[in-house]
């Protein structure tokens, strides 16, 4: 299937702006891969992955990239895109909406099975021709020892869809192909791959090359007018191969999103395409990717700076290395180390409680009273000393604004699966002041009067209930660059 | 006007368990045998026990729910039994409740007893449960030596003290109440510990240390309080009486709205300002002899100096250095070994410190004994230092 709907190319339909978030910890595969030497099994030897903390899956991933897609003005509906979500039956798409603020009436849906997805909800979103966000994040298990552990990352990517987009859609192409180049299932939840040649030589031929040329045909350009790519490839070198059959030379952006953070699943190709968008000049056309169980091949015309573009440029360049294989191994859930009894306390949430301030806790939704200062969370009898009667408040979303630290530890004696455990006050412009939990931590740890930012995070996890609660956790401003710590 | 219940409630017996790991016994053994002392102390017979309030902080893992627990351990035969539970306030709120009985007529004898048994609970600390209730969607599962080490920081910022002059003089806490312990024969810990040693202590919630830190123990302390006239007639010629009881109670001011700067405790000054009023204390300095007070960290027990009005703002660190808490000090603190030192098992606390300062009203102190003690003065507090309830007893004799 291939094409493109008519009022596309009336509206100058597209993507309007695009977003990327990746967590701070990078492995250096170096060094991880040395690790392993002893072993002998073939590991990626370069550049660095994304680590996840603790308390960052799927879902926190990709409402950060979603974040700064928000805006004034609230899509007509949000769609979440991954392979690692970690409810399957409970929609992420609608957390989502709660935790970026969206009313309900914002429509909601998730894409899931194939790394496709992230493409697939975006093809979706554009052939809607509507105002929605579409929103991709992964945090996928891996196999100590496979080459997936370190070549896959955690991250996040994100697109807005409208009208006098700066990318419009110009053409498309959609191939369905069960090729079965690796895969994950209930009963194995890490990644099974397949032989690299072979996947190599089906995936160019099969998927890659028809639906790039098709969508090429589509937009009404040979392919190599494409100046920018972002594929997300199967194995290595496809893109070469592809290129060279299809007479193009364009760079392949998602080459340097798997160097710098990894594979990122369903949202590789998006972040891929929001650094070629940064590199694209007016009259450009960018060809974007997506591969899983076929293929999808967008291609957009450039007619000016897709905001967002550039943030995630930055965002690669940014982070703190991770020192640790153990830690790393922890983190992955790939070793389950001994915490001790105090690791066995029950972290559990009633269903109750979250149909009655849920939604308050996933927004970070405090209360402006009638002075007009803000509480988190909101009470019938205000907090303020200067007010002594039961109000009604205003809802105030904190979640977007930064704070100051009062005061502040670094906690190591309860628990926590990432020691030390940083939490304090903090004190929000507005008058809010709230005990938090601090995300991120500083080399020199957290001080008084350090200024923060909101991030959303899980809150408690349950794993013997297999349920898990978020709540917004506070993080330093700005992140330390790579190479310079 | 209320006229509060200065001497119109004395204390006639205590009792105090050893603190520490008690492996040889649980709550209810804790609980008798706090009790027998108090009854042998006061000269009177268990039926003589009019009510009772029991205090126990984590009912959970330990005591239990309700009145039952005491009055089965005690055999308390159908008179009225009241638990209390306010976090580490626990011990002086149930002595708060059944002196307040007495004061006002209701019962003639009342009996206060607090008990914990925390060492069933397999490690240090205590212990951390949820319920899946709302503040579980966002408040941080802070330990206890997380919560109170933000003082350190928020002091040192409103004080401008180097962080390192800030841990010496909390050191100087520790190793005063270790000094003391030391000489505490039911004290859970009785060793004299050196600076260094504190100083260079594994951290546990920064910048708080191991040796900044108390344990937590098993243990029960016991109070069998009734009138001056009812004292007397049973011997006691100059009763210890209470001067003051009072608390106070944050109600989420400190953690959700923007005045505070946590470098103080405002409950713990609401609560001490009412009790010097209520006991007639006009110069705390000059009149109070001795304190016990809720060390539960090194720096609680240094914000605390301030908060009772011991020492100026700012002023505590240096105080501390100064050895004005210590042994032989102005005003000796945690001459039993404090929370440090003696130990916490929570609902007991209150009411050990009561008993030091009992013990110490009637010269009956031992090696501890301080040479002149006409005011003494406890200090609970329960929570965290943004959250929390702060109680201050004053203790002194009738005459």
């Known amino acids: ?485 | 006007m209320a006229t509060g219940i200065r001497d119109k409630v004395a204390i006639v017996g205590m009792g105090c368990t050893r603190f520490g790991e008690r492996w040889d016994v649980g709550a209810d053994g804790l609980m008798v045998e706090a009790f027998l002392e108090a009854l042998a102390d006061a000269g009177i017979e268990r039926s003589r026990i009019d009510a009772a309030w029991v205090g126990n902080a984590l009912d959970d893992i330990n005591v239990g729910n309700s009145a039952l627990p005491a009055a089965h351990a005690l055999r308390l035969d159908k008179v009225p039994v009241t638990r209390v539970e306010n976090m580490c306030a626990t011990g002086t709120e149930a002595l708060r409740g059944a002196a307040y009985a007495v004061a006002s007529g209701a019962v003639d004898i009342a009996l206060a007893i607090g008990v914990e048994k925390l060492k069933d609970t397999g490690y240090g600390g205590l212990p951390l449960r949820t319920k899946g209730v709302q503040n579980d969607l966002w408040m941080p599962y802070g330990s206890a030596p997380g919560t109170f080490a933000q003082l350190a920081g928020a002091y040192a910022a409103r004080h401008g003290i180097a962080a390192a002059d800030l841990k010496r003089a909390m050191a100087h806490v520790s190793w005063k109440s270790h000094q003391n312990g030391a000489l505490s024969p039911k004290a859970h810990l009785r060793n004299a510990v050196d600076m260094d040693k504190i100083l260079n202590a594994p951290l546990i919630a920064d910048p708080l240390g191991l040796f900044d830190c108390c344990g937590v123990s098993d243990g029960a302390a016991a109070a069998i309080v009734t009138t001056p006239e009812i004292a007397r007639a049973l011997g006691k010629a100059d009763p210890v009486t209470i001067k003051a009881i009072q608390l106070s109670a944050s109600n989420g001011w400190e953690m959700q709205f923007g005045a505070w700067d946590g470098a103080s405790v405002p409950n713990t000054r609401a609560a001490a300002g009412r009790a010097y009023t209520e006991a007639g204390i006009r110069d705390p300095r000059a009149q109070i002899d001795m304190t016990e007070v809720h060390d539960c960290f090194s720096i609680t027990e240094l914000v605390i100096m301030e908060d009772l009005g011991l020492s100026d703002e700012g002023r505590a660190p240096s105080d501390i250095l100064d050895g004005r808490y210590d042994r032989d000090g102005a005003i000796p603190c945690q001459l039993d070994g404090g929370l440090k030192c003696f130990g916490h098992p929570v609902g007991a606390s209150g009411l050990r410190m009561a008993y030091e300062v009992y013990l110490q009203l009637q010269g009956r102190a031992g090696e501890r004994q301080r040479y002149k003690v006409d005011f003494g003065l406890t200090h609970n507090l329960g929570g965290a230092p943004f959250n929390s309830v702060a109680a201050v007893a004053i203790l002194g004799r009738l005459n």
Request: glycine share 10%.
């Open chain 1, 1 to 485: 299937m291939s094409g493109v709907p008519e009022l596309v190319r009336v509206d100058s339909f597209g993507i309007v702006a695009i977003g990327g978030y990746v967590p701070m910890l990078r492995l250096d595969r170096q060094s991880a891969a040395r690790e392993l030497a002893w072993s002998g099994l073939p590991m990626p030897r370069a550049g660095m992955r994304a680590v996840a903390d603790w308390d960052e899956d799927a879902l926190t991933l990709a409402v950060e990239a979603a974040r700064t897609l928000v805006g004034d003005v609230a899509p007509d509906a949000l769609r979440f895109a991954s392979t690692s979500a970690y409810f399957t039956d409970r929609a992420q798409s609608g957390m989502a909406l709660d935790a970026l603020g969206l009313p309900r009436t914002v429509r909601t849906s998730d894409a899931a099975n194939s790394r496709r997805a992230g493409t697939t909800a975006l093809l979706d979103a554009l052939f809607g021709q509507r105002d929605e966000i579409v929103a991709a994040g992964e945090k996928r298990p891996t196999q100590p020892g496979s080459a997936a552990q370190l070549g896959f990352g955690d991250g996040a990517a994100a697109a807005r869809t409208g009208a006098n987009a700066p990318a419009r859609l110009a053409g498309y192409a959609s191939i369905s192909h069960d090729l079965v180049d690796r895969y994950s299932s209930r009963e194995h939840p890490t990644s099974y791959a397949y032989e690299e040649r072979f996947v190599r030589d089906m995936a160019v031929a099969e998927t890659l090359v028809p639906a790039v040329r098709d969508a090429c045909t589509a937009a009404g350009i040979a392919p190599d007018r494409l100046a920018h790519v972002a594929v997300h490839e199967p194995v290595g070198a496809c893109w070469r191969a592809v290129a060279k059959a299809l007479g193009c030379r364009a760079t392949n952006h998602c080459e340097a999103v798997s160097n710098a953070v990894g594979d990122l699943g369903a949202a590789h190709a998006l972040f891929g395409l929001g650094l070629a968008f940064e590199a694209a000049e007016p009259g450009d056309f960018v060809l974007l990717v997506g591969f899983g169980s076929g293929a999808d091949a967008l291609v957009f015309e450039v007619s000016g700076p897709v905001p967002g573009a550039d943030a995630m440029v930055r965002a690669l360049k940014e982070g703190q290395v991770l020192a640790s294989l153990s830690r790393f191994l922890s983190l992955t859930g790939s070793i389950d180390l001994d915490w001790g009894m105090r690791a066995e306390f029950e972290q559990k949430a009633q269903a109750t409680v979250l149909e009655r301030v849920g939604r308050d806790v996933i927004g970070f939704v405090g209360g402006r009273d009638s002075t007009g200062n803000v509480q988190f969370p909101k009470s019938a009898f205000p907090v303020n000393p200067a007010l002594s009667q039961v109000e009604n408040m205003e809802d105030v979303r904190l979640a977007d604004l930064e704070a100051t630290v009062v005061s502040v530890t670094a906690d190591r004696l309860n628990f926590s699966p990432d020691p030390p455990f940083d939490f304090g006050l903090v004190q929000f412009e507005n008058g809010a002041r709230v005990l938090m939990e601090m995300v991120n931590r500083p080399a020199e740890g957290f001080r008084v009067g350090d200024r923060v930012r909101m991030r959303l995070r899980i809150k408690a996890q349950n794993s013997r209930l297999g349920f898990r609660t978020y709540f917004w956790k506070a993080a330093p401003i700005a992140r330390p660059v790579l190479g310079e710590a």
